[in-house]
């Protein structure tokens, strides 16, 4: 392979990560948002507060499955996914501004989010 092989190659790589990037935030807010309609005590206010809340879950999925190689799905890694994926969601309402949920609230949220992350094709996680 010569050097302009790599070359297209590499640029391939980078646009095909921001495409999952991408694609995960777009799913982490679909998800998010059917997960707090359908849960009593999580509300989000608006659409930034989702948008940026599916920035934050999505970023701290990223630095725990990079530092722990722990996955935060609440079906993915059993009883400590789901721990992972109620302290997430929970932790989320200090860093985003609308965005509320109790601890009972986020339980029930961390099995809502997994039901939900389960049947959107893909392999999204929070």
Do not use: C, E
């Amino acid at each position: 392979m010569d050097n302009n092989d790599s070359t297209i190659q590499s640029k391939s790589n980078t646009g095909n990560t921001v495409g999952q990037i991408i694609g995960r935030l777009i799913a982490a807010a679909v998800v998010l948002a059917i997960t707090a309609f359908f849960t009593p005590g999580f509300t989000i206010d608006n659409i930034w507060a989702l948008a940026l809340a599916a920035v934050v879950l999505t970023a701290m999925d990223y630095l725990i499955t990079r530092f722990t190689n722990l996955h935060a799905s609440p079906f993915g890694k059993g009883f400590v996914g789901f721990v992972l994926a109620t302290a997430i969601l929970y932790l989320t309402q200090y860093f985003v501004a609308g965005y509320s949920i109790s601890w009972i609230a986020a339980i029930v949220g961390a099995l809502v989010y997994g039901v939900v992350d389960y049947f959107l094709p893909g392999n999204q996680g929070m």
